[in-house]
């Protein structure tokens, strides 16, 4: 529902973006900024998959450089694996009874009314989703009683068979004047790393720049957080993820359990860091380890970790336990 909230109050507040409609009095985007948007909201219908294993975006338009971003930094923490296991019942709302539900062939529509007296308006919004839980249908219909004039503004989203937006057609129709009928189209070609946005504002190239490590996790932790990350991490009794900040012979370690005993908590007492260089650190920590047992420990343990294009990492560490 998130997803539906966000493109409704950026679709239906502001449709001049999308359908061309004149706006005095506001200021117009230019055709680069529009051609941008577009690209957003093709990213955005894939759920941003596109991004996986990337590092960096590069964006231009008619061969001219438009915009450089470094992806890490906002989506290296995504969890791609759970969205790309989301289905269309992952979007259900389980405490709205005012949406209504309904499945066919596996995909999902959700529907919703709504009324608004002030102007003698009645709303109908409903959302169509795929069995995989992507968009293919937003539509916002509202019907005016003292005129009988219906608005119907909707998104359609096409798909190829690995579930990569196609097209995206916007859509706005007037049932008593369809002189103010609109329609704006936009279509993607997928190349090897590269992404091909076309539509009546131009054409953009996206190309995606791949790590050199595919699947890993991009944290931009200093050395010190990376260290008290995986103290945390062990106090939960969670070591599967200390792995994502770890790597070289620390993975190997995480193999088998580096705790003898299961701990309620892990609390950090003292501790020395020296960065030997911009790719390397040596930490030494002092921990107060409390067991399931009711017993406690003092532990003395140092990291060693380096710095990779996805962030720190701790590439060997040792525990007294070992």
């Given at each position: ?34 051609l941008d948007v577009d690209a ?26 438009y915009q450089t971003t470094d ?40 529907s919703y009314t709504y009324d ?207």
């Open positions: 529902m998130k997803y539906i909230l966000t493109v409704l109050i950026i679709l239906f507040c502001f449709p001049a973006v999308f359908f061309g409609q004149e706006m005095k009095g506001v200021a117009m985007l230019s055709k680069e900024r529009l957003y909201h093709v990213f955005r219908t894939n759920k941003y998959l596109d991004f996986k294993d990337m590092v960096e975006i590069k964006k231009s338009i008619d061969g001219t450089p992806l890490r930094k906002k989506y290296g923490s995504t969890d791609w694996s759970k969205i790309e296991n989301e289905d269309a019942s992952t979007y259900q709302v389980k405490n709205n009874p005012d949406i209504k539900y309904e499945f066919s062939n596996g995909s999902m529509t959700a608004e007296s002030l102007v003698n308006l009645h709303g109908e919004v409903k959302t169509v989703y795929s069995a995989k839980g992507f968009v293919l249908l937003l539509e916002k219909k509202r019907t005016f009683a003292a005129d009988g004039r219906t608005e119907t503004e909707s998104v359609i989203n096409e798909f190829d068979n690995s579930n990569r937006v196609k097209k995206i057609i916007s859509r706005f129709e007037n049932n008593k004047d369809q002189s103010k009928n609109k329609e704006a189209v936009v279509n993607v070609d997928y190349k090897e790393n590269e992404i091909v946005i076309n539509s009546n504002n131009g054409t953009m190239k996206c190309e995606l720049v791949p790590a050199k490590e595919r699947g890993l996790f991009y944290s931009d932790l200093s050395a010190r957080e990376t260290a008290s990350q995986f103290r945390y991490i062990l106090g939960n009794n969670m070591p599967g993820n200390a792995r994502k900040y770890c790597t070289g012979h620390a993975l190997e370690k995480l193999s088998k359990p580096v705790l003898r005993k299961q701990v309620t908590s892990i609390s950090f007492v003292s501790g020395t860091g020296r960065i030997s260089s911009e790719k390397e650190s040596e930490i030494d920590d002092q921990w107060r380890v409390n067991y399931a047992d009711g017993s406690e420990a003092s532990m003395n343990v140092k990291f060693s970790l380096i710095q990779t294009e996805n962030g720190w990492r701790i590439s060997d560490f040792v525990l007294p336990e070992e």
